[in-house]
């Protein structure tokens, strides 16, 4: 009797659990497609981009026309950490100083300070020029050793200032 009660147990297990077979289950694909526009961006109508001039370099633009060793330009905040910390060793520094001797008038154009110097006595050969750009916060230094020339600019840029470009092709031309 109890393998009777067991074996309708089973039985009755295995037909409960089995599924009827569907009936005519047709899968069809839509006729179109519409797809729903999902984007989210919003379509700028004026895409100029105008610099400012950042707020720490906003007193140098006084410094138009004035000698920078009347002013202290090295040593002026922000500039006399970061042109510094550009040339990395003592070694530049004194370079750099060397050949930042004699110099004309600081100019400011477009929101760019530049300025050069050379070595008293030796202007063709060693020459030093500092740039910066108040607007994009990069200084740029070059320094000038024997005509060879070693450019030096923050955040790894390399659009140098157009006057610190002809200064190079100057020491470059006079090299050949």
Request: some cysteine; glycine content about 4%.
């Amino acid at each position: 009797m109890r393998k009777l009660l067991i074996t309708w147990g089973i039985t009755t297990t295995l037909f409960a659990c089995q599924q009827a077979p569907p009936a005519n289950v047709v899968h069809a694909s839509p006729d179109s497609m519409v797809m729903m526009n999902t984007d989210t961006m919003i379509i700028a109508q004026d895409t100029t981009v105008i610099p400012v001039m950042v707020e720490s370099w906003k007193h140098f633009q006084s410094l138009n026309g004035k000698y920078a060793h009347e002013i202290h330009l090295l040593d002026m905040e922000p500039l006399k950490k970061r042109w510094r910390q550009l040339l990395g060793s003592k070694e530049n520094e004194n370079d750099f100083l060397q050949r930042y001797q004699v110099m004309p008038p600081i100019e400011i154009e477009e929101g760019v300070l530049y300025n050069e110097g050379c070595k008293p006595h030796n202007c063709a050969q060693d020459e030093a020029a500092i740039a910066v750009d108040m607007r994009k916060d990069i200084v740029y230094l070059g320094i000038a050793k024997n005509k060879v020339v070693r450019l030096y600019a923050e955040k790894g840029d390399t659009s140098y200032p157009d006057k610190m470009k002809k200064w190079k092709l100057k020491m470059e031309e006079e090299t050949n």
